[in-house]
């Protein structure tokens, strides 16, 4: 059944509600007296510039608490290296929210391959260095030091996907809890409206933060489960084979002494009961009723509101990768708000709480947070500094939240949820109607009307109840579902409607296609195709092999040659010239040597040129990210004898499957055709039309013979661990990460025909990706949420592919960092 919440706008609004709306938030004690305000009663900290808009996770938040009657301040990128900063607007009344802000920090100031970036879309002029690493860490520790006593909520997609424990790429390690190492007293998760409603209202009303353990969409700290729950045991992933025979030796028979629980769960099994148990051995400590292990949970109804999932603790999921996996296999299980259970995963002496996942807003609550009052523009102590992911935003509109497409390597399911959330048509139209009147600059061309996806407008399961059983991570993998509602005419009318607003003169559609679901919609398509490309449409098939593919969880070309079709077809009775733009990434688990060399193929076979590679960059939290950590795969059910998985790892390795997304550029020639010569495809040397590259003037070390240098390897020997990307590093690849480093310009935008210009006439470099999107749902979906639209996206995109000075500096040997190019400290196994 579907589960309910109260409506959003409807809390008693606070007292302070008499002071009306601010222009803009304060960022200052003089514009706080201005207001007439002695003080506020929230304080937003954020590593962003702020910037009075629905895409940025500080505004939404602030004027959604603004419009609960409460005074709301921003503290924006504060100086963290003394608590002045954090002391400007005095101690707020009722917390500190904390945010490093749109982007995760680590993926806002380090390329996937780990190079600092010396800029910052989200600063002022577009400058680096004005946020620190791990931002929600150091910026609640500040806020501690300088309130000692004052409740500190933390939230935005740094928070959000670092919940629970989590594989640190940067570090190459898993972290705990984000919540612990913060010392904050709550976390938010997902759009956090109504988490933040319900909270602030609760804080306001004098109950102690430390009370609110239940709220959805928030993670506490507990000293131990509490009593009268069902713990689903699933801390282990090697239970007996055939349970089904046996009568179930865990379950309590006498529910009245609890203790007998935990020495039933001690005893039984194979004796390796987990150590996450210790905590129910404590006499004095709160009891769960009963313990079931996971593999029996299905033999009875256990209520969820008074179930929780026990995950491996932090010290095994730390230890154990296999463990990590299935971790985190159960937390995407368990990310349907209407049948989501409570996790818990101990760390230490404590266990980490995670609430469900919150209710999805209705298209009233969400047309109500966009209709705030935003000024649609940057504070104003900025003067004319141009933030770059503001510009790239400012006359765009974002239609819904969430994602049911489920790719693995994308943070946007884990952080906005599968069940779509859309606005109304008419608070869609408002919106340009708004940008027409009130933002500077404006020209008649709205440069993206989309959201995380450009077609899921209204789209969802056809049936609540359907829907609220449903534990399936994806509504479009493998196939599309039959209880998928396809029908994209609210998008198609939405499109004919905002055309129709007088001063608009184009209406583009940036935002990534889900082709897949387009072709099933041949009106949508023409009227897309007839009206609403800028010469130039984005589509991310990501991958053309079948392999990486279905890690991934993304469609086969068969979909993609059937929407080329279509496109043709209709550019063509439009009679415009227009051309698809597809995205791939390179290196993602499970993809081979040879699946990057078939991709290659493919996109010369299509006369695509790539002018910008994209390396997977594991994300917090993804399904891909417990892929690369785990070599496992926990898209299937785990165990011990899972088979390994092809990784890739090395530097040298994710460099050589970005430069076969650039085949054609010649510093890559003499990498490829090594590796060409590595896996027994040497036919594809040679200038012909179904050959790869050209043959080389000169013999390469592997035409010579490199045994001398005892770096050639025979392909025919290689097992699948040989293959793990870990192991390798030829002399000849390291020459070819050299040769890629230098050639990454990451030159706007891709493909042949690509001018580099996207339709609003900015350069491009927007790519869809897993830390693209990640770090774009911060953006919108933050801690809030909101604004996951592509033109965000492109933003962030750009700032993850972007050239810092190092990258193109010829003598940098790949994998060594120069004076200008420093790595995050990293232990490396
Ligand atoms: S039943 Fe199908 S359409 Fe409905 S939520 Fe599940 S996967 Fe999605």
């Known amino acids: 059944m579907k589960i309910t919440a109260p409506e959003l706008f409807s809390y008693p609004k606070y007292w302070a509600e008499c002071y009306g709306t601010a222009p803009f938030l304060p960022t200052s004690r003089a514009e706080m007296d201005e207001l007439g305000w002695d003080s ?22 602030g004027r959604f608490l603004e419009s609960q009657g409460f005074r709301v301040g921003i503290i924006d990128q504060p100086n963290w290296k003394s608590t002045n900063d954090f002391m400007e607007l005095g101690e707020p009344n009722l917390f500190f929210g904390v945010t490093a802000g749109n982007m995760d920090s680590m993926i806002n100031r380090y390329t996937a391959d780990l190079r600092l970036r010396h800029d910052d879309h989200y600063t002022p002029h577009g400058k680096g260095g004005k946020r620190p690493d791990r931002a929600v860490i150091v910026y609640s520790q500040r806020c501690r030091e300088a309130y000692k006593s004052t409740p500190i909520v933390i939230g935005g997609i740094e928070a959000s996907l670092r919940r629970i424990a989590q594989y640190d790429y940067w570090s190459d390690q898993v972290r705990r809890s984000v919540l612990i190492d913060s010392g904050a007293d709550i976390l938010m998760y997902g759009n956090a409206e109504r988490a933040l409603a319900e909270l602030a209202n609760e804080i306001s009303i004098g109950r102690d933060i430390k009370d609110l353990t239940s709220i959805r969409g928030t993670v506490v700290i507990r000293d131990a489960a509490p009593g009268g729950w069902v713990e689903v045991d699933s801390t282990r992933i090697d239970w007996p084979g055939n349970i089904d025979k046996i009568s179930n030796p865990y379950e309590m028979t006498d529910t009245s002494d609890p203790s007998k629980c935990s020495k039933k769960s001690d005893n039984e099994g194979d004796g390796n009961a987990s150590d996450d148990s210790s905590a129910l051995v404590d006499d004095d400590a709160p009891k769960p009723l009963r313990i079931v292990p996971m593999p029996l949970q299905g033999k009875e109804k256990l209520d969820p509101a008074t179930t929780y999932i026990r995950l491996p603790s932090f010290e095994k999921v730390s230890k154990n990768p296999i463990l990590y996996a299935h971790a985190s296999r159960v937390l995407h299980l368990e990310a349907n708000p209407n049948n989501a259970r409570t996790l818990i995963q101990k760390h230490g002496t404590k266990e980490i709480w995670v609430n469900p996942p919150p209710i999805p807003l209705e298209t009233e609550e969400i047309d109500g947070v966009f209709d705030l009052t935003y000024q649609r523009k940057p504070h104003p102590k900025y003067n004319d500094a141009k933030i770059p992911a503001f510009d790239m935003i400012r006359f765009s509109v974002n239609i819904m939240r969430g994602c049911f497409g489920g790719c693995t390597f994308c943070s946007i399911t884990e952080h906005e949820g599968r069940v779509i959330q859309s606005r109304s048509q008419e608070s869609v139209l408002k919106e340009i109607e708004n940008i027409r009147d009130k933002t500077p600059g404006f020209t008649g061309t709205i440069s993206d009307l989309g959201g995380p996806t450009a077609n899921m407008y209204h789209l969802n399961c056809k049936d609540d109840t359907i829907q609220s059983h ?4 994806s509504c479009v993998y493998p196939v599309i579902c039959s209880n998928l ?20 003169k184009r209406i583009l559609v940036a935002s990534g296609l889900r082709y ?10 023409q009227e897309l195709v007839s009206h609403h490309v800028g010469g130039y449409l984005k589509i991310a098939p990501e991958h053309t092999e079948d392999g990486p593919l279905s890690k991934m969880m993304k469609p086969g070309m068969g979909a993609f040659d ?3 079709v279509l496109f043709d077809k209709f550019s063509k009775s439009a009679n415009k010239k227009q051309y698809l733009i597809p995205y791939f990434i390179a290196a993602h688990p499970g993809c081979e040597d040879e699946d990057m060399v078939n991709l290659a193929l493919w996109l010369k076979r299509n006369k695509l040129r790539v002018d910008q590679g994209q390396t997977f960059y594991p994300s917090p939290m993804s399904l891909a990210t417990a892929m690369y950590y785990s070599e496992r795969n926990p898209l299937e059910k785990l165990s011990y004898k899972s088979e390994k998985m092809v990784v890739t790892k090395t530097l040298e390795q994710r460099q050589l ?3 076969l997304l650039r085949y054609h550029d010649p510093d890559n020639a ?25 043959a080389p003037s000169r013999p390469t070390r592997n035409e010579r013979g490199q045994t001398q240098h005892g770096s050639h390897r025979d392909s025919s020997n290689r097992n699948s661990s040989d293959r793990s990307s870990s192991n390798r590093n030829s002399a000849g690849r390291t020459n070819a990460n050299r040769n890629n480093a230098n050639g990454d310009s990451n030159r706007a935008n891709s493909s042949n025909h690509s001018s580099g210009r996207n339709s609003s006439g900015k350069n491009s470099t927007s790519r869809t990706s897993a830390n693209n999107r990640s770090a774009n749902s911060s953006a919108n979906g ?5 604004a996951q639209n592509a033109n965000n996206r492109s933003a962030t995109s750009n700032s993850s592919n972007r050239t810092s000075p190092g990258r193109n500096n010829p003598n940098r040997k790949a994998g060594k960092p120069d004076s200008q190019n420093r790595r995050p400290p990293r232990k490396r196994k």
């Not at 055709?673 to 179904?690: A, F, K, Q, S």
């Open 40 to 61: 506020c009663d929230i304080i937003i900290v954020t590593g962003d510039a702020y910037v009075d808009h629905p895409s940025f996770g500080m505004a939404v938040l």
């Open 470 to 473: 449903c534990r399936k991570l």
């Open 485 to 504: 509602v396809t029908d994209h005419s609210q998008t198609t009318s939405l499109y004919r409607r905002a055309r129709e607003i007088k001063g608009v």
């Open 516 to 525: 897949d679901l387009a072709v099933l919609d041949h009106e949508y398509v």
């Open 562 to 564: 059937e929407f080329k």
């Open 657 to 659: 499957h970005k430069a």
């Open 670 to 694: 003499n990498v490829i055709r090594d590796l060409l010569h590595t896996i027994n495809r040497r036919e594809l040397i040679g200038d012909g039309p179904n050959q790869l590259v050209a």
């Open 782 to 786: 933050s801690n809030n949420n909101s």
